[in-house]
């Protein structure tokens, strides 16, 4: 049974960093002392120290430890033996080279297909997809592939944003860039608003938060669906 929280940000407006998931996280985490946290999603040097040190005074408050999988000199072998894994936000794309390049990719998904509890938020959530086609990031790198973990069945926008109606803005919308990829592939994409996550557990998968969640499939008009709604079947 696959055990997963994916969540389009990871700070609301007016709240501290995961401070709207920390009842959430905490079940996640139920009963595990230490996770990994994956900070490949910044850019190199310090800034995966500082942003690590900001997830783990997160993490602190719930009783978990966190190590920074960019201080750990076997990064495959720390995976593979670790007991929960939460991947940040950032830039999708340097995040999916660099899983790529330390060949962490397989052993990921099958720590999470065996039950391995998964944080991500934003970048974190977009590898949970089939592919990383419907980022927001710019590529400023370039990976091997746009193939990503696949633990769920469609895509993610994360961050999704409607169309202001007040705007002078003329040009493309989220939804534009999203009915693009649709011209070119058949593959499910939920538009996910700040506030509202995925969640797995107890073989069931639904979608979470405090909007409902644009759905866009090819050849039909997008459609809303309800926090709780089941996303096996949409």
Known sequence: MKNFLLASTSTLHGSGF????????????DEIKEIIFIPYAR?????HDEYTQKVSAFFASIGIQVQGLHTLDDP???????????????????????????????????KIENGMPYLGTSAGSNIAGINMKTTNDMPI??????????????????????????????????ETRILEFL????????GIREGNWIRAKNEKLSVEGSHTTRVFKKNIPAFEIEPGTDLMGI
């Open 18 to 29: 995961l401070e709207y998931l920390k009842a959430h996280i905490q079940e996640l985490f």
């Open 43 to 47: 850019p190199s040097g310090i800034s």
């Open 76 to 110: 495959a072998h720390a995976l593979r033996n670790c007991k929960g894994v939460f991947t940040g936000g950032g830039n999708t794309f340097l995040l999916v080279k660099q899983l790529y390049e330390f060949n962490l990719w397989q052993i990921l998904k099958e």
């Open 141 to 174: 790198v370039y990976p091997p592939s746009f193939d990503t973990l696949g633990i769920i069945p469609f895509n993610i926008n994360p961050h999704y944003l409607d169309p202001d109606p007040d705007s002078t803005h003329k040009g493309e919308t989220r």
């Open 183 to 190: 011209t070119q592939n058949n593959i499910t994409v939920l």
